[in-house]
C-alpha cells in the first residue's frame, strides 16, 4: 500500500526503496524511505486529519534548525489512497537509536538540559496554552486520573498513588508565563549515540505549555544521580520542578494498564517512570 501510494503521488521517490520500521509508537505507522525520508502513516482516522498533519508539519518546520540536536524536517503531504483512507506525511529520517532501558548518565543530562533550554528560548509570538490535554492546569487531569486509577486497581498500589496525586495536584503555578515545550520527552522520542542525545523525534505537538512541561523527561530518561545533574543544569524554581513530576505522573498513569497487552514497552515505561516518581 506505501509503495502504491508513493509511486502515484511522488513519481520522483519511485526508485527509492521502501521498509516498515518496528517502533513502540501509538500514533502513526512508520515506513522508511530510501535513506533520507521517513513516511507516517496515522493509526486511527480523524476527520480532521489534513489539518492536524499541516499543523504537525508547521511545527516541525518552526523548531528545525532552532537547536544544535536534529529534529525532522516536514518534506511534503500525502492524499488517500490505495485503500488507505487518511492523509499520510514524509518527513527526513534522522540517525541514532531510540532509548531503551540503557542508563544513561550526566553528560547525557546536560544534553537534554540543552535542548529543554533551547526550546524553552524561542518565541512564543504571543501564543498561550490553548489544551486540551497536558501543559495547563495540573487538576484538569482530575478525570483522566480517575479513570486511571480505577483500571490500575488489579496491577498498582491505587490508594498510594491517589494519595500522591492528592498532592500533586494542588501544586502552585503562581504567575510563570508559558514557554514553548517539545510536550512529549519519553525514550521514543528521543535518539542517543554513544549515550549522548544526537535528536528529537514527534515534534508536532511543540507550542507553548507550562515551562515545567518538558520535565517529565527526568522521570521518563533518567536515574536518580543524572536526574538531579539535569536539575542542576537548568533554572527553575522547586515548584516548577515538582510540577515537572506531577505531569510525568499524569503521563505515566495512562501507560500500564492502556497497554499491559498491545504495546508491552509503553506499559513497562510507565511503571518504571511511577516507580521513580513515587521514590523521588
Known amino acids: 500500500m506505501v509503495r502504491a501510494l508513493v509511486d502515484a503521488q511522488f513519481p520522483e521517490w519511485r526508485d527509492l526503496p ?14 522508511r524511505l530510501g535513506d533520507a525520508y521517513t513516511a507516517r502513516f496515522p493509526l486511527q482516522l480523524r476527520a480532521d486529519a489534513r489539518a492536524w498533519l499541516e499543523r504537525e508539519a508547521a511545527a516541525a518546520a ?14 511534503a503531504l500525502g492524499d488517500p489512497g490505495a485503500g488507505y483512507p487518511s492523509p499520510w506525511s514524509v518527513q527526513t529520517w534522522l540517525p541514532g537509536a531510540t532509548v531503551t532501558d540503557e542508563p544513561l548518565g550526566d553528560a547525557f543530562a546536560g544534553d537534554l538540559a540543552e ?19 497536558r501543559g495547563g492546569d495540573l487538576k484538569s487531569q482530575d478525570e483522566w486520573l480517575e479513570t486511571c486509577f480505577r483500571e490500575s486497581e488489579s496491577m498498582l498500589d491505587v490508594p498510594a498513588l491517589r494519595s500522591l496525586w492528592s498532592e500533586l495536584r494542588t501544586l502552585p503555578r503562581g504567575d510563570t ?64 520542578w515538582q510540577r515537572g513530576r506531577a505531569w510525568a505522573f499524569a ?30
Open 177 to 240: 508565563p508559558d514557554t514553548m515545550t517539545h510536550g512529549d520527552l519519553i525514550p521514543g522520542n528521543v535518539l542517543v549515540t554513544n549515550g549522548r542525545l544526537t535528536g528529537v523525534l514527534d515534534v508536532g505537538g511543540l507550542a507553548p505549555a507550562d515551562p515545567a512541561l518538558d520535565l517529565v523527561s527526568a522521570w521518563h530518561l533518567l536515574d536518580a544521580a543524572p536526574r538531579q545533574a539535569l536539575r542542576d543544569a537548568l533554572p527553575h524554581s522547586n515548584a516548577e
Open 62 to 75: 518552526e523548531l528545525f534548525g532552532r537547536t544544535r540536536f536534529a529534529t525532522p524536517e516536514p518534506i
Open 251 to 280: 503521563q505515566a498513569m495512562g501507560l500500564p494498564w492502556y497497554y499491559a497487552r498491545t504495546n508491552p514497552p509503553m506499559a513497562q515505561l510507565g511503571l518504571r517512570t511511577l516507580s521513580r516518581v513515587l521514590a523521588a
Open 115 to 133: 535542548f529543554i533550554s533551547s526550546v524553552r528560548a524561542m518565541p512564543t509570538h504571543g501564543r498561550t496554552f490553548t489544551g486540551p490535554g
Open 18 to 31: 521502501v521498509r516498515e520500521l518496528a517502533t513502540q509508537g501509538t500514533v502513526n505507522a512508520i515506513f
